[in-house]
Nanobody, 127 residues
């Protein structure tokens, strides 16, 4: 099993930056593909970014491409979401998720693919 704890959220002005961190427990972190999702008030949860267990493959929602970057450090059991050029529409609770895989370059973009979730961290972008 994997336990996930997000941090790094907060209030930032439009155009600013934040780095979200998701720390995972367990000794097999490198066996999990990871993803970031978000849920804005009154909206459905949506995919933001995903990364393979090797870190060699990643995918992004179109609206965040070029502004948000997912990365991972398997030695530190941590996944990051670097958020630059933030917009008010990025305001949401952000969640990290993990799913076991045997494939080094596999990632998942569907929330239903993930078995493990963090509790979320709030990001608020003011205009």
């Amino acid at each position: 099993q994997v336990q996930l704890v997000e941090s790094g959220g907060g209030l930032v002005q439009a155009g600013g930056s934040l780095r979200l961190t998701c720390a995972a427990s367990g000794r097999t972190f490198s066996s999990y593909a990871l993803g970031w999702f978000r849920r804005a008030p009154g909206k459905e949860r949506e995919f933001v970014a995903a990364i393979s267990r090797s870190g060699g493959s990643a995918a992004y929602q179109d609206s965040v491409k070029g502004r948000l970057t997912i990365s991972r450090d398997n030695a530190k059991n941590t996944v990051y979401l670097q958020m630059n050029s933030l917009k008010p529409e990025d305001t949401a609770a952000y969640y990290c998720a993990a799913e076991y895989t045997t494939r080094n370059y596999q990632y998942f973009q569907s929330a239903s693919s993930y078995d493990y979730w963090g509790q979320g961290t709030q990001v608020t972008v003011s205009s």
